[in-house]
């Protein structure tokens, strides 16, 4: 069966940081992957998403997210953190509709 | 477009009864996919639907159950109630059923 882990639950830095959120998947056959954000008292919103290509993929809000197919990885990235980008973030992965999510990382960006 | 749309936002039931949830998708798609989303479990996949046929269902009991109008809109019914339903239950549209788009939730809160 697939899964998805986010390797960390919690992180806290500071405004003008690199943020980097890591995760890896189980999957043997083709992964379409995704990134979704929830903001504090929002609803969950696509980031960004990988079906094939170029596996740097770009999203909006300034992030960004690198497959490696020999990692089973899609980490997700942005140079330099904002207050707003206080919130949680899930990794997923679908299979015929299914969206397999990881159990989210929360992220506090201080000021 | 208007997004995808979810009613009742908030809801109170009694253990034991049972609950319909509605779900307007996106104009224009035809998928619909159910998520429950708990602090313990996170996001979990309920089922999806596509042109009215079920295609995918996740690991939930009988007492979950759904079905899709020939408009795309989705209800999601759960019978006999127990307090460990109380969730956010969320709704995704596609066009279909890959990139997903979720509303903000409806909130049951089993007593």
């Known amino acids: 069966a697939q899964s998805v882990s986010q390797h960390n639950h919690h992180v806290i830095l500071s405004e003008a940081a690199s943020l980097e959120l890591g995760c890896n998947y189980s999957y043997g056959g083709t992964v379409n992957l995704f990134w979704y954000v929830q903001y504090p008292g929002q609803h969950l919103q696509l980031l960004l998403k990988?079906?094939?290509?170029?596996?740097l993929v770009k999203g909006i809000k300034g992030f960004e997210a690198e497959f490696i197919k020999s990692k089973f990885s899609f980490n997700l990235r942005k140079p330099s953190v904002q207050w707003s980008d206080t919130a949680e973030y899930f990794c997923a992965v679908i299979n015929w509709g299914k969206l397999q999510f990881g159990a989210g990382t929360q992220v506090v960006v201080t000021p | 477009k208007a997004g995808v749309t979810q009613t009742p936002r908030y809801l109170i039931k009694t253990r034991g009864q049972q609950v319909t949830l509605s779900c307007s998708p996106i104009?224009?798609?035809?998928?619909v996919s159910w998520y429950q989303q708990t602090p313990g479990q996170g996001l979990q996949f309920l089922f999806e639907y596509f042109s009215e046929t079920q295609r995918n269902k996740g690991n939930f009991p009988g007492r979950f159950s759904g079905r899709q109008f020939s408009n795309s809109r989705s209800e999601m019914n759960v019978s006999t109630l127990e307090l460990g339903d109380s969730a956010l239950y969320l709704c995704?549209?596609?066009?279909?059923?890959?990139?997903?788009?979720f509303g903000p939730g409806t909130r049951l809160t089993v007593t």
């Open positions: 990988y079906f094939s290509g170029d596996p």
């Open positions: 104009s224009g798609h035809r998928s």
């Open positions: 995704a549209s596609s066009t279909s059923g890959y990139e997903q788009y």
